[in-house]
Structures are given as structure tokens and as C-alpha cells.
């Protein structure tokens, strides 16, 4: 007999099959058990009756707790309101029957479900998570992979900083003294550049940051990605593209997922490329004149990123800023003194999802700047290497993934 995966339960409407999986939930109503099934692919009820049933299995039903794992035998059915499918049981075989499992239907708060993380995990709203992380993950692979860019595994171990910042985790190197966890693979995967001409990396970067928000992780998985001859236009264009492609693809593949989630769909279809641009005078001027405190070379607060994309259906590119605030490595508009950069803001409050800039080709102005910033020339030698040695117009983005994080009751 076929052992089907949940997610295949339309291919087989009429047909007996066995299902392996857990049971996640359970109730009983007099001579009917109902069980939610869930097999890491997706979530089916199972009707045990009694009047079909065996005595042993009607017996074995009053033995299920909930996570008992077992293997079910019926038959597909299409339920008779909703678009979904149900199991019509004849068997069932228990695998294993938990223990009374730790988090149950009340309510548990973020100190209690933290604490029990590995279980966490096993609950819908957690299950739904991984899945949209998944889609995006792959997506963001399939955009980047058909545009021409290649996967360069960057170093998590280094000697410096990206930029100067002070938000290091440090760790002792054996005898040669100490080394950081890495803040972002980005000059890392410059080098690559002038032998694959476009490349990205994805995968854990750390900030020693104390502060305690939904917006703040010391741990989280980022994407760099950087191209050769690209100016600073067609550096946005492929930001949008990119978030266009992973949004449709989200909503291509995940619909039972964000219902889980209870995620209203309308916002996410309006998300097509072009998206709104402004530079960030125009932002600062808009902010002001919206009711924020907002000051000339000041960074966008988070209440500043939600004024400024409130009345948008798209992200909004805040570009251009003051040079003399942003990173050294980003290159200059000689005439109006602003670094060629933006930041890309989502809708509905979520603030910064993508930063971008055209970088400095030029080695003696990056070798002025490593030196303002009062940064150690000879730890950065090999990077000035790269523009010393022959260079190009070169464009990098970084998107992070997950920086807006939340804990929710069940969850």
C-alpha cells in the first residue's frame, strides 16, 4: 500500500493509503475521534469511527497523546466545506505514544516558549515560519543564480571589521591574538568579483548589539551580493526585481502558510517593481513635514521608516545620502557630496530590508578614507589590493534575513 506524503492527499481522493506522521491535536466526540495529523509537509484530519474500527484500534485511539507518533490507514476524502482533504481511518499503528507533552492549547509566554525552543518548533505557526524561510532562501538562489551570480562562501572567522563599528564579537585566535566573528561577508566576496563578475554569499553574521527589540539579533543570515561594471541605477533595479521575484514566489508556493499566519495577502500582491524613490533630502524634508524630529545627517528611526512608507503600496529606495555618514567604502557623487547608496524600506512598518551602494574603484581616495576613518591600513592592504590591481564600476546590496523578530503567545 502507498505511503503518501500529506501534501499529495488530492492525488489520491478515493484511494486507501497510509500516512506516517504525529498527532498535533486530538478530540473525541462520542463514538468519532478527531485527529490532526501533521507529517513535516503539511496537516491532515483523521476520523476514527467507531462503528468501522476494530475494538483494538478504538482502543488504541484512547491512548493517543498529543505528538504520538503513528501510521494511519484509510481512505482520501474531500471535506465536505473546506478546500482540503481528510483521512477516513481503518488502522492505526502506533509508533510511539509521547509523554504529556510540555506546551499545550493555554497560553505560554515568550520566557516559557524560548525555553522550550526544540518543542516550539514543532507547532504550526513555527512550522509555517520555516516553510515562507524556506521559499525565500530558495528564491533568493534562483534570482541571483539566473541573473549570473555565483555562491561565494565568505569567512565567519576574521581579522577585521567590515567597517568600523564596535559591535564585535571577539574571540581569542591561538597564539596570534584575536579574531571577530563576521559582521557581513561583503569585502570578502569583492575579491571574487574580478574572476566570476557577479557573486553573493548567504550565511550567519554576528552583532555584539545589547539592545532588546523586535528589529536587534546577535545572530542572524545574510545575503551580499556584488557585481562588476554596475552603476548605482541599475543597482536598485536588480533590488527590486530581486524583492519582486521572492514576493510572487512566496505567494505562488505558500498560501496555506500565511493563512497559518493569518497574513493578509492583499498588501504583498501590490508589491511590484518600480518601486517609489526618493533621495534622502526628499525623505528628510517629507518626515518633517509628516511630524518627525528628523534632523539633517540623521539615520531613519524606525518610526521614520513607517511615516515614510505609509501611504505606500511598495517599498520605498531612500538614496543618496550624505556621504560623510555612510561607510567608507561607498563611492561619491563628486558634485553633490553624497555617497551613491540606498537603503530599501518595506511597507507596513518593517522597516530596512535591503542597503546597497556603488563602491569606491579609486585606490588612493579608499586608502584616504581607511585612514580617516582611523582603520588599520594593514589590515585592510588586500582590500585595497583589489582596486590597485586593476578594478571596475562594482555594486554590492545586502538584505538580511531575519532582523524584524518577534515572540507571540503560542505562536
Not at 539566473?146 to 564579537?169: H, Q
Not at 560623510?324 to 540606498?342: E, G, N, P, R
Request: with cysteine.
Amino acid at each position: 500500500m502507498t505511503i503518501i506524503s500529506i501534501l499529495k492527499a488530492g492525488k489520491f481522493v478515493g484511494q486507501e493509503v497510509k500516512i506516517q506522521g504525529w498527532v498535533y491535536n486530538f478530540r473525541s466526540s462520542g463514538s468519532l475521534y478527531f485527529l490532526q495529523i501533521r507529517d513535516g509537509a503539511g496537516f491532515i484530519q483523521a476520523i476514527v469511527n467507531k462503528s468501522v474500527v476494530s475494538a483494538q484500534v478504538w482502543a488504541d485511539c484512547q491512548k493517543i497523546t498529543q505528538e504520538t507518533s503513528v501510521e494511519l490507514t484509510g481512505i482520501i476524502s474531500k471535506h465536505p466545506k473546506k478546500e482540503e482533504y481528510e483521512l477516513q481511518v481503518s488502522d492505526i499503528k502506533l509508533i510511539q505514544v509521547a509523554e504529556e507533552y510540555p506546551i499545550g492549547n493555554k497560553e505560554h509566554g515568550p520566557d516559557f516558549l524560548l525555553e522550550n525552543r526544540h518543542l516550539w518548533l514543532r507547532s504550526p505557526k513555527q512550522w509555517a515560519i520555516q516553510q515562507l524561510r524556506n521559499t525565500v532562501i530558495n528564491s533568493l538562489y534562483a534570482y541571483l543564480n539566473a541573473n549570473g551570480f555565483i555562491k561565494i562562501d565568505s569567512p565567519i572567522l576574521t581579522p577585521t571589521a567590515c567597517e568600523g563599528t564596535t559591535t564585535l564579537f571577539e574571540v581569542p585566535y591561538f597564539d596570534l591574538g584575536s579574531a571577530y566573528l563576521s559582521q557581513s561577508g561583503q569585502l570578502y566576496i569583492e575579491a571574487a568579483i574580478f574572476a566570476h563578475g557577479r557573486v553573493f554569499d548567504f550565511g550567519p553574521v554576528f552583532r555584539a548589539e545589547k539592545s532588546k527589540t523586535r528589529k536587534h539579533l546577535t545572530e542572524f543570515w545574510m545575503m551580499d551580493a556584488e557585481a562588476a561594471f554596475v552603476q548605482h541605477e541599475e543597482n536598485m533595479k536588480i533590488q527590486e526585481d530581486l524583492i519582486s521575484f521572492v514576493v510572487s514566489q512566496v505567494l505562488a508556493e505558500n498560501q496555506k502558510e500565511l493563512e497559518i499566519l493569518e497574513r493578509e495577502i492583499a498588501p504583498l500582491k501590490k508589491i511590484k517593481a518600480p518601486f517609489l524613490r526618493l533621495t534622502y533630502a526628499e525623505a528628510v524634508k517629507k518626515l518633517q513635514a509628516l511630524g518627525s524630529d528628523i534632523k539633517e545627517d540623521d539615520d531613519l528611526g524606525a518610526d521614520d521608516e513607517t511615516l515614510l512608507t505609509k501611504d505606500s503600496d511598495v517599498p520605498v529606495f531612500v538614496e543618496k545620502w550624505p556621504a560623510h555618514i555612510k561607510a567608507f567604502y561607498m563611492k561619491h557623487d563628486s558634485a553633490d557630496q553624497v555617497a551613491l547608496c540606498d537603503d530599501l524600506i518595506a511597507t507596513e512598518g518593517f522597516g530596512e530590508v535591503i542597503g546597497g551602494s556603488q563602491r569606491e574603484d579609486d585606490y588612493q581616495i579608499l586608502l584616504e578614507r581607511i585612514k580617516k576613518e582611523k582603520l588599520p591600513v594593514e589590515a585592510f592592504q588586500w582590500y585595497l589590493d583589489l582596486r590597485k590591481y586593476t578594478t571596475g564600476r562594482l555594486v554590492g546590496r545586502r538584505a538580511s534575513y531575519p532582523r524584524n523578530h518577534s515572540v507571540s503567545q503560542n505562536d
